[in-house]
Each structure stands twice: as structure tokens, then as C-alpha cells.
């Protein structure tokens, strides 16, 4: 039974763990598709905006974590399913702040540097020509981020994998082989005890 709950909550732990990792992959793809076209239009300079470096940095971190918690869920080792807490907590809080700072402060574009691609404009017009469409994403980002927590917790109490022992016969063939081999030389000790040296005489014989 604990063979299979474990196997269910990593099945789980991965399938929302994918989650992360697309986004990731969004990301890295829109970074490309901007450095591209940054470079076709201003060859002449080869430092590259804010944003870009941005989009680009977060898509890569989270496609890492992403396959970190990957490799955590698979091995169910406890430190690599810490260590992956603490970094899908540090993420929430990241999003958290972000929020807040939209949300609560009305100049918070001036908390961002001058974007000179103007894709950072482009960005903020898309959100709000879809919010809604936005908000379903980034609500499903968090409830994913919110569910690999719970269940790495989860993972993590159940402690490490020991269903390994029992799926071999050769611990038990160990364990049977000393007692069968006293039976064995018990049995040898009572069948030659009364035997009786047989002599060659002649004088039986005569």
C-alpha cells in the first residue's frame, strides 16, 4: 500500500511539475524570438535590453527547477525534495511581491528600468487587452507551484523509498539457507551416528 501511494505522489509531483517547465519553455522561446529580432534591426549593438535578459533568465530557472523537481520526485531523496521546496517557495514569494507591487502601488512602471525594444510596453498592452485570459494562466501557474509544495511535503514525510527490499528473493533465501543447513547437519549427525564400520574377517567367514 505505502509502494503505491508513493508511486501515485510522484506520478503527481511530475504532472504538476510539467507545469513550471512549459512556462519555462514560453519563456526561453520568447527571449530567442526577442534577441533575434533585437539583433536584425541593431546589429550595431551588441548589449541587449533589460527585458530580454529578464525573459530569458526566468524561462531558464524555471525549466531548471522544473527538471530538479523532476529528479527529486523520481529518487524521493529527502535534501533534493527540501532543496526543491525552497526554491518553488522562493518563486511564490517572487510572484507575491511582483503582485503586490502591481496591485498596491499606482507608479510601479517606474520601478522597472527604460525598455528600448518596447517589448516590455507590448507585454503590459497584451495583459490587459486579455486579462482574464492572463489571470486563468497565472492562477494555474500558482495552484501548480501550491501543489508541488503540498505534495513534495508529503513525499518527504513518508521518508525514503525502502519497498526496494522486498522485491527480490534472495534476502529471504539468505535468511532460510543457515537453517536449512543445520537441519542438514543435524540430519547427517543422527543417520551416521549408529552405523557400524563393517570388518572384513576372515574368521566370521570360517
Known sequence: ?????????????????????????????????MMSVWNREFHYDPTLPWFIYT???LGVSLFLVACFGHIAAETSNGFCISFYMVLI??????????????ILNKDWEEDFPD?????????????????????????TIVTAQ??????????KALGPNSGSSYDSDDDFVNARVPLLWNQVQQGATYVCGPLVPYKNDSRNVR
Not at 506520478?11 to 527571449?31: A, D, E, Q, R, T
Not at 525594444?117 to 492562477?139: A, D, H, M, P, Y
Not at 501550491?146 to 513525499?155: H, P, T, W
Open 115 to 139: 525598455d528600448t525594444t518596447g517589448r516590455f510596453n507590448e507585454f503590459k498592452n497584451f495583459i490587459r487587452s486579455n486579462f482574464e485570459f492572463c489571470q486563468s494562466v497565472c492562477l
Open 146 to 155: 501550491g501543489m508541488s509544495i503540498f505534495l513534495a511535503m508529503i513525499l
Open 1 to 33: 500500500m505505502g509502494r503505491i501511494l508513493r508511486s501515485c505522489l510522484q506520478s503527481m509531483l511530475k504532472m504538476v511539475n510539467s507545469v513550471g517547465s512549459c512556462v519555462g519553455v514560453v519563456f526561453i522561446l520568447y527571449g530567442l524570438w
Open 55 to 57: 525573459s530569458l533568465g
Open 89 to 102: 517557495f522562493l518563486f511564490v514569494m517572487l510572484e507575491a511581491a511582483t503582485t503586490a507591487d502591481v
